[in-house]
């Protein structure tokens, strides 16, 4: 696990088939802290998130529960998503406790949605530091860029560009993904970058 910024740690899983990492997130916060669609974990790992604890397990969309069922057994956090993700990920077997609404504040977080690739995928806003986390709206790959997933795996692609673009009226500069690389400045340019390409 590896302090990429103050106080938010990251660990990766590198996925075969698509060529890049699988990011979970673990960020520090005054006593709540909160894990972001966790992948698996070394043991390691698993150890350190427990001795630092978590409150709270977030996911940002139906396919991002990965770990989520480890991470909540070890640490007893209970799991959100929002509403309308939550049959599938039930379906995949994730244990969920809570929702998660659009305009929700979890700790310094905003839960602003960006449906597309699934109807419930939402990304966590922290304003206060200009962080943007996202689970699959979009990608950090290659590193240094954005970009979507494939077509096929994209419910409705018009709709993701569409909840893409809007998330530049978002105050960000460093972008924090699921999928690929993080972009840790002039994040947003690099998203406009990638809108402009729509």
Not at 5 to 13: E, N, Q, S
Not at 79 to 108: M, V
Request: aromatic share 6%; proline share 8%; net charge negative.
């Amino acid at each position: 696990m590896q302090e990429i910024l103050t106080g938010i740690f990251t660990w990766p899983w590198f996925s075969e088939p698509h060529g890049y990492n699988f990011n979970g997130h673990l960020i520090l916060h005054a006593g709540e802290n909160f894990c972001i669609d966790p992948v698996e974990p070394t043991a390691a790992d698993l150890e350190e998130i427990a001795r630092l604890g978590v409150s709270q397990i977030l996911l940002t969309n139906r396919n991002h529960s990965r770990a989520a069922n480890k991470v909540r057994a070890r640490t007893g956090a209970r799991t959100a998503i929002q509403p309308l993700d939550a049959p599938h990920a039930r379906k995949e077997g994730a244990e969920l406790d809570d929702e998660l609404s659009l305009g929700d504040k979890i700790g310094p977080l905003v839960v602003v949605g960006a449906p597309g690739k699934s109807p419930g995928e939402v990304v966590l806003h922290w304003p206060d530091r200009k962080i943007l986390i996202v689970g699959d709206a979009v990608v950090g790959d290659p590193p240094g860029r954005c970009k979507l997933l494939p077509e096929k795996v994209i419910d409705d692609p018009p709709r993701l560009r569409e909840s893409v673009r809007a998330l530049l009226a978002l105050d960000f500069d460093i972008l924090l993904v699921g999928d690929g690389a993080p972009i840790l400045q002039s994040a947003k340019e690099r998203l406009r970058e990638l809108v402009d390409s729509f």
